[in-house]
């Protein structure tokens, strides 16, 4: 079946800049899981949702920062007035439910640059 | 202390060789744990979960130590398609399902 999604694969943008960066997870999972990652470093959770709420979003960096999810679905990661240090690859993943030792399913991530 | 930690590497090994990764965590309330693979550029896949009891995947054998707080992933027979960068995964500290994920141990095959 298919995998979790995410675009756009690639984003450019300029500092100031709004962007949205959105996630389809695999069908039926309830749990979904914001990352980011910088060049050579580990993966840092952002938030995460069980079904559309978010029970911690204490990994989102600033007030820029914010996800949403409708539908038990799609969610959208915004950054506002994108900085330069928020480039990274963001990465989203779901399983299937939110539970300890549940297996987390990666989509291929969206690379954000800001100049 | 970082919650979980990983030696970086790159461990430089030749094909066949036998390699071992240790990954240390300081959340004693810790229940589960994972390694995950990820291809340069690519996105983290799991490659396997850690039980108490220790398991094996083929080559692939992972432990889990409780008391001194540890996980390890032992690789025999290493092919060049082994090549990766292996993350240690730890969660479920406190009532929480947030995964934390070391930095990755970057292993190199070679011929």
């Known amino acids: 079946g298919a995998g979790v999604s995410q675009s756009p694969s690639n984003k450019v943008t300029e500092k100031g800049k709004d962007v949205e960066l959105r996630c389809d997870p695999i069908s039926g999972h309830t749990a979904l899981y914001w990352y980011r990652q910088s060049l050579g470093q580990g993966l840092e959770f952002l938030i995460y949702f069980q079904g559309n709420s978010a029970p911690d979003k204490s990994g989102l960096p600033s007030d820029r920062f914010s996800a949403e999810r409708t539908g038990g679905s799609v969610s959208t990661l915004t950054i506002q007035r994108t900085q330069q240090e928020d480039s990274a690859v963001y990465l989203c993943?779901?399983?299937?439910?939110?539970?300890?030792?549940?297996?987390?399913?990666f989509g291929p991530g969206t690379r954000l640059l800001v100049l | 202390r970082k919650e979980v930690e990983q030696d970086p590497g790159p461990f430089n090994v030749p094909e066949g060789a036998t390699v071992a990764f240790n990954c240390t965590y300081s959340n004693s309330a810790s229940q589960s744990f994972f390694w995950y693979r990820q291809d340069c550029r690519k996105e983290p896949k799991l490659l396997m979960s850690v039980y108490s009891s220790g398991n094996e995947d083929g080559r692939f054998t992972a432990q889990l130590n409780r008391a001194s707080q540890y996980i390890s992933l032992l690789i025999r027979d290493s092919k060049l398609s082994d090549s990766a960068t292996y993350l240690c995964?730890?969660?479920?500290?406190?009532?929480?399902?947030?995964?934390?994920f070391g930095r990755g141990t970057s292993l190199i095959v070679h011929p």
């Open positions: 995964v730890v969660e479920g500290s406190g009532g929480s399902y947030i995964p934390t």
């Open positions: 993943a779901s399983s299937l439910a939110s539970g300890s030792g549940e297996t987390q399913y």
